[in-house]
């Protein structure tokens, strides 16, 4: 699997976007991008993913660049709930699709 | 409610002592995997799944052993636990369904201290 970088830690105020950004240059063509968070020691939770083109849910965007390099993860509208350790990973497809890699992830602190 | 289910949530024993934590989820998922997490190592993938009787090593195998013989259950074993082994531990499980891409839910944790 491809390995992602994510910045140590990140601050957004409270109310407005928060862009977390991940880098997966070694990023393959079956690979997708996938973004989960952590509450101090809970389980992880499932944010969104995607393999090339951009993504929306209820919870957040997901940005993919045109080459698939890097990709940008969007919390619109933060809250102090969003605090979290945020995980880009990537997964391949195919036979390989079961080993996972987590990075260190990015350490989101919302303020009021 | 779909869920992740492990036990125990927390765990001291000691040195030697054999110890399994149980996974089960209640969701069909094909697809299971255990993690540990360790300070300023993150999350690291210990053994998984993709379905009964297939199991493989993830990247930190060494002193583990997991079993698939149903669906839901993914125990982990711990022949003989070292103090190294002291972490926090997460199952998690998946659709795999035609191999398409499906999120994992992951369980609350198990809290292992091996003195």
């Known amino acids: 699997d491809a390995k992602t970088t994510q910045p140590p830690s990140m601050d957004c105020a409270e109310g407005r976007a928060a862009n977390l950004p991940c880098n997966h240059s070694?990023?393959?063509?079956?690979?997708?991008v996938y973004w989960y968070r952590q509450i101090h020691s809970q389980g992880p939770q499932y944010i969104i993913h995607?393999?090339?083109n951009n993504e929306t849910n209820e919870m957040a965007s997901l940005i993919i660049t045109e080459d698939r390099k890097s990709s940008t993860l969007i919390l619109p509208h933060a809250t102090l709930r969003d605090t979290a350790v945020y995980y880009c990973i990537v997964r391949a497809g195919g036979t390989s699709y079961g080993k996972l890699t987590f990075g260190q992830g990015t350490i989101l602190t919302v303020h009021p | 409610e779909a869920q992740v289910t492990q036990n125990p949530r927390y765990l001291i024993t000691v040195t030697g002592k054999k110890l399994t934590v149980t996974c089960s989820q209640n969701?069909?998922?094909?697809?299971m995997s255990w993690y540990r997490q360790d300070p300023g190592l993150g999350l690291r993938q210990i053994y998984y799944?993709?379905?009964?009787?297939?199991?493989d090593k993830g990247d930190v195998p060494e002193g583990y052993k997991v079993s698939r013989k149903e669906k839901r259950n993914f125990p982990l074993i711990l022949e003989s636990p070292s103090p190294n082994q002291t972490s926090l531990y997460f199952c998690?499980?998946?659709?795999?369904?035609?191999?398409?891409?499906?999120?994992?839910?992951f369980g609350d944790g198990t809290r292992l201290s091996i003195l």
């Open positions: 070694t990023i393959s063509g079956n690979e997708y």
């Open positions: 995607g393999l090339k």
């Open positions: 998690a499980s998946s659709s795999s369904a035609g191999q398409s891409h499906q999120p994992q839910h």
């Open positions: 969701m069909n998922h094909e697809y």
């Open positions: 799944s993709m379905n009964v009787e297939v199991t």
